[in-house]
């Protein structure tokens, strides 16, 4: 009577323990199921914190997060430094050095300005002056008929000649050859002379080298011989010369009328220097002195 027994115990079944088992075997399902969803869920978060997968891939963000963290502001830094550098620096370095560094290597590479006194005078009825530097002097006296007086450098060596003339001439000498010249610039007059009118500061060069003989009878200290002179402008520079008369000259009116008849005089103003080659008269063409002495001819006026 098993199989009866069984088969009322399925028949007869009754409603509470039926809906107690349903319960139970929910219940149980439903614990079942938390527990699997539970497990991965928990995992998960644990495996990314401690598993040796999760952490090259934190370490590895956190680098890539701090990397661009660190260059962005490189790049922006670099740039903003070398615009501070640059414009802060640049401008505070050149205006600084430039006005610093001209002015003060400029007074020092020229000279000081010289400073320059007026003689002035009258020879044979011509009145005239002209600038010197002050720490030359003018040595003689004019008369009134003339005369020359020398123009003396601060050590007492005579730097250039004027001479006031009521006539003026020029013989041939010992010798009436005209040996060449080399024309070593014209310098502007200042003012123009009252009856021969504008005037240049010419310096000619002659070399004797090969004429001992000539340079002997004329007294010549050395083989080349510099003139620079006060000369009409419109004579054009000379090729050939007379050794003595290597030279210009100019006119200046009196409205007097001399012994001889004219009313003009004669105007020599001159520097002459000897030098033992051509090439050292050419190097003392671009001396101090030899701009001074130009200076002083080119200011004469009469």
């Known amino acids: 009577m098993t199989p009866v027994l069984r088969d009322r115990g399925a028949v007869h079944m009754s409603p509470t323990t039926s809906r107690s088992t349903r319960v139970l075997g929910a219940a149980a399902a439903a614990l079942l199921l938390l527990a699997s969803c539970g497990t991965p869920g928990g995992e998960n978060p644990s495996g990314e914190g401690t598993s040796p997968a999760a952490s090259p891939t934190t370490v590895a963000e956190s680098p890539a997060d701090s990397a661009p963290t660190t260059q962005s502001p490189a790049p922006t830094t670099g740039p903003t430094e070398g615009s501070t550098a640059g414009p802060t620096e640049n401008p505070t370095g050149t205006p600084t050095a430039s006005p610093t560094g001209t002015p ?5 590479a020229s000279p000081a300005p010289v400073e320059l006194v007026t003689y002035s005078g009258t020879a044979a009825d011509a009145a005239f002056a002209f600038e010197l530097p002050a720490t030359w002097s003018v ?14 450098g601060p050590d007492g060596a005579p730097v250039g000649h004027l001479s006031v003339l009521i006539a003026w001439g020029a013989e041939c000498g010992p010798d009436c050859s005209m040996p060449p010249v080399t024309h070593l610039g014209d310098v502007p007059g200042g003012v123009p002379l009252s009856s021969s009118g504008q005037f240049v500061v010419r310096s000619v060069a002659m070399d004797l080298t090969s004429a001992p003989e000539l340079r002997n009878a004329y007294g010549w200290p050395d083989a080349v011989r510099l003139v620079t002179s006060l000369t009409d402008a419109d004579s054009p520079p000379p090729t050939a010369m007379l050794p003595h008369v290597l030279y210009g000259l100019g006119t200046v009116e009196t409205g007097v009328v001399a012994p001889n008849g004219i009313t003009y005089r004669t105007v020599i103003f001159s520097s002459v220097h000897d030098f033992p080659s051509l090439e050292a008269a050419r190097e003392y063409t671009g001396s101090e002195q030899h701009q001074q002495v130009e200076a002083m001819i080119a200011s004469f006026r009469a």
């Open 104 to 108: 003060t290597a400029s007074p020092t």
């Open 139 to 152: 040595d003689g006296e004019f008369s009134d008929v003339g005369g020359t007086v020398a123009v003396l």
